[in-house]
């Protein structure tokens, strides 16, 4: 069978999640080509050797330019915080590379389209680990809205909380707008952005109205806990919005959502049924199908582990013997090797400019918050 | 329209259930024949002229026999502890009157037989408070197995949990033997095994194993709280049961079990679906469909208020619009009102026949904790 | 005992809900002042004389104004369209007459500011039938946040999803400007917004952005099936907004969110704790305590039906024995006996001051949609 | 570090578990010996190449006693049906080597005295895959209650219900009483059995009553569809029991009921409090802590993931990122690498004396339902 040799550049908690799904991938799924995990870049402080060894890397490498430039690399995998994204995703694509990265695809926009743009006019094949899409659950949830299950679409709400950003948090690099971007709204309404156009299939055309806030304006540097420094991101983002087929939207993200761990989720309202998910649940899906007949119409609870019926779910074990978190990597590592040996995703990928399309979505509700005013996505370029 | 007078004789915890559901169910229900709230019996220390004057009775009285005698009584409604049915029951068979009775039908077996053979060899229409069948729930559970919904039935599992007899507790009458017959089994496995004859429409056949344990043996005097006396009662009851359909079965009765407050529900497995059913959320009917394409099957939550399709609740509120405890007692005074009339009652009411074979049931089930053998329920006459 | 006689003006759902609350109030609750349920005003088409026999009034009129004025009226309760609140409270006001009316509390805003200037100006005491307020759960809610149980406050999120607003429902009142005011924003939000102010204890500073949107824009008239007429309210308004603590709040009432057929819910994040309610589980509230020790942190289900420790419930059953909606209103008539014998309520009525304020909230909310910018409540008048 | 030579019998469904075990167990654990894939061992028909080559074990045997016997081998690990766990295993034990077996431990309680004997005798170490335990709801079950959380255990109940045996499904090993021992009792009971004593610290002392039925007595042949043969086995088990310390308590395993694909749970009620688990939602754990201020008592569901202060999952990811089935295999993995370089595991993992105890629960709960009596645990030996 074909190898592919793959690069990881990052090694952080995204760095983790990765490895992993490059080891099992083969493992669990039939896969076209082999995934060879080749190298992984790692600064010198990280011990990129000690990351290879435990995770079964071949090679570790400080030089990532050598790493993404080296003729034995096939695909290059970037973990890496989001301001570290646009430099070797840009280097992978010049050297002709396939290049997968983390979400959200850049700290910036300008970044993001740089790179969308560069992928297509360089005809490489590009992805966003927005892995969520990978969960059974939600790729059901888009299977069944492309089946007409939900009628027509009328309202969107979409939450994503979390509640680990206490008084006592750190200023870590989410934290800071110059290496972050934004923060809970790059971090999670960046999911439920993709997730939402995904299990909807229509655009978003317009924020028609928009707040961030930063309740904890100051937080102790990671380096000295006498100082503090200033935080430059929201810790919440509200908006509303419009889909292309005219339903209603509100997106929220935030990270003092007491009790909320990762209460990534959505409820999609259609004239025929209606979709309800969250992460927390994550093999469960909710649906509300109002053809049934009246009487025994209800929220039915899917437990969507029935390998036969639900997508992924054949590849690892019996029914309702669960799958967790980082199940959805290597689902979306099985279909990233689909797409590469030429065959069709399980479920569709976003690609950089899918992926630069959700970033504009994100940019014109910054641009809403900031600028007290509806925003249309077509001002955002 | 034709006047129904009532006699109410008791005016505890269901006295006050029944009055309400006297008081109310003309003003919700077309009823047929108009009930008249004519006498409550209590004892001169329970002051009925007050509890008359608060619930809208005519007249208060502390002859039970006088009351039950009177010419303008036309139904007699028995709200006493277990002990006191059988007699005030007999005497209104006697009198030739409908008698309804609260649940269990008698403190024990042989005045429950008693009861039954003199209502049917008198032609008297009689009925029973096992108010639990109106929730429109379960009523719907019963339809739903009735339309072959289920299938064949392969399990049925049915637990009455409660937690309020904890060790603070004092000797009231439904510890001591005498008066309440039995403990936790009397009062909520009468429920259970009422409610799953009702739902399967199948008997049971045979008590397989039982288990009654006590575990507060002595508790302090209503009287004096220095004073302690032996609780003769079971706190809790389980047993292992057949129906006739091959089904097989579990039932339990607890007073101390920690968190749940009124847990009275069941679930039955069919070969083409399940029902659940828990009295806490009693608005809600949880259907699986196994009939469904396997892709969406899963456990639905059925919200039982649609007026329309669900009985009873098209009298009550719009849809989600939660009914709450009272309800059932309403509902079953509607279908007493229709049945006194000539009517068929929207779902079928236990009469002194139906419930003595719940109370064979019952006492087959102690029998077998007795004696540590499985027990037929055709021995138990 | 002092008596209170009602008249109460309409007789449609809400009449009904009233008529039983005035009902019910006495046979379940030590009332100071007994409520006598006096006259009923209904237009002849109506019939109020069969409404006044089913529900027990003592009298029928069909001219309000003369009921109104009566020396022998003690409490006007207005349970009419919203179109009709303003004229007969002002009536009542000006005959020096306690007044209740339904929610919102006026079809305008101009009409609600007059109605709260009058009442002030009269020195009368009135009312207004946010009975959500009276639901245990919310009540709790509301006193846990005064024990401080929540700590600081940083996000509001409430919904009200119904569903049965299809195509298939004509043109009834709800559905025209002139007679409703607004469509879900008047009937659903109104609650929202009252009931978080209640729970937060806390005013809406600025709506940030909101969405009015009307999917079915002709309905049949209900006089003529070919015939059809325009919709001139809203199926949904989405809204964001501030609170004066610094909180951020979204808002959002729908009439045709599949599957929701009355989930009248909020959650409310603090530094401390969560709080989380839905109405289609009444009798349930969410609370994460998040000072417990981090092993045993979690969302606790509590059952809000304990008697010595839950608001209002004591007064109905023993534990976990369900009440449902229209105890909220008994629950409501209660404290209104009470306030008007001098008592303070078991948690605080909003009179027409105090929903003079939500309707300047639901105002600024209209005016943001439509002029598509913030809006500051102080703006609105 | 030093090496741990794991030798693999059996690749079925659960050699696929415990190979991704061995897999990942180094990569998330800081393991105090490293686990090194040696040897897996198939039949030829197999292929048990194929499979080494998949799962990364380095070599592959068609002759398991050469395997158990290689000085290189340091663990056998046991991944065969029932009736093939005695003999490799009593081979481990009389070559001194350890040895870790899937549950049931046998097919036989002969053959589990006998192995348990053994293994007492050589001084060996031995465990059993009794993963559930190491599910970390569950592990924070038995510390809860090891901590007096409960107070005196009054209840237990525990059901482990699945659906997946209609009439379409042919006869596999599993209804063969030769081959499995037992049906859903030996499969599903044994994992309630032993959790039940894991989380309570108790012994079952006695079998009250049981019944166990077949409903399905033949099934197509796997061989030819066309021939029939005997169902030997039960499809459901149900018994009731009592435990050491004074709690009653029922069991039911059931491979027919309906919705129910993996319902693995229990419920213990204290005087303290209650604890419920159910695998299908296998993240949470479900606590009703009754010292709480009444007020605020609840059910409250404990997301098991956060890794400061739940067992296992500080090793996997940040907080409500979900852990699966397999995790409870690496996690046991895990301690059994802790057991054997001589420290405590995080909690007790049974041995074969321990799973011996198990199985003489199981053995007299068939005993129950066949001679229709009680049966004390003294009794079977």
Redesign the interface.
């Known amino acids: 069978m074909q190898r592919l040799n793959v690069a990881l550049i990052g090694q952080g908690?995204m760095g983790r999640?990765h490895?992993?799904a490059w080891?099992q991938v083969?493992?669990f799924f039939k896969v076209p080509v082999r995934p060879v995990m080749h190298t992984v870049f790692g600064q010198e402080t990280e011990n990129p050797q000690a990351f290879a060894e435990?995770?079964?890397w071949q090679h570790a490498s400080t030089d990532w330019r050598s790493v993404v430039n080296s003729p034995e690399i096939d695909l290059v995998d970037l973990a890496t915080p989001n301001f570290m994204h646009a430099e070797p995703a840009l280097a992978a694509i010049a050297a002709g590379k396939p290049c997968v990265t983390e979400k959200p695809i850049a700290a910036t926009l300008d970044e993001a389209r740089t790179m969308a743009e560069a992928a297509k006019k360089a005809g490489v094949k590009t992805f966003v680990w927005f892995n969520y899409r990978r969960c059974p659950a939600v790729a059901?949830a888009h299977r069944?809205v492309g089946e007409g299950k939900l009628g027509d679409i009328?309202?969107v709400?979409a939450?994503y909380?979390q509640?680990?950003a206490?008084e006592s948090i750190p200023l870590a690099w989410r934290f800071e707008k110059q290496w972050a971007g934004s923060g809970a709204h790059g971090d999670l309404n960046a999911h439920l952005v993709d997730m939402t156009r995904f299990v909807t299939g229509q655009e978003i055309t317009e924020v028609?109205?928009?707040?961030a806030?930063t309740?904890i304006k100051k937080r102790k540097r990671m380096t000295a806990a006498a100082d503090e420094g200033d935080v430059t991101v929201d810790d919440?983002v509200?908006?509303?919005a419009?889909f292309a087929g005219?339903a209603?939207a509100?997106f929220?993200a935030?990270r003092?959502?007491?009790?909320?761990?990762?209460?990534c989720g959505f409820?999609i309202?259609?004239?025929?049924?209606?979709l309800k998910f969250n992460?927390?649940?994550?093999?469960e899906l909710q649906?509300?199908?109002?053809t049934l007949?009246?009487?025994?119409?209800?929220?039915?609870?899917?437990?969507c582990?029935?390998g036969?019926?639900?997508p992924y779910v054949g590849n690892?074990?019996?029914?309702?013997?669960?799958?967790?978190?980082?199940?959805g990597f290597v689902n979306e590592a099985y279909d990233i090797c689909r797409v590469l040996a030429g065959e069709p995703p399980v479920v569709p990928i976003p690609d950089f400019a899918d992926a630069y399309q959700t970033q504009r979505v994100l940019e014109a509700a910054l641009v809403?918050a900031a600028e007290?005013?509806?925003v249309a996505i077509d001002e955002i370029k």
Chains 1, 2, 3, 4 share one sequence.
């Not at 649906?287 to 109002?290: E, L, R, S």
């Open positions: 908690f999640a490895s992993n080891g083969a493992k435990n995770w079964g059901l069944l009328r309202h709400r939450t909380l509640d680990w206490d028609a109205g928009a707040i806030e309740f919440t509200l908006f509303l419009r005219g209603v509100s929220e935030a003092q959502a007491t009790g909320n761990q990762n209460a409820e309202n259609g004239t025929k049924g209606t992460f927390e649940r994550m093999n649906y509300y199908d109002a007949p009246r009487a025994v119409q209800g929220w039915t609870t899917i437990m582990t029935h036969a019926d639900h690892w074990w019996p029914d309702a013997h669960l799958i967790g978190y980082e199940h809403s007290r005013r509806p």
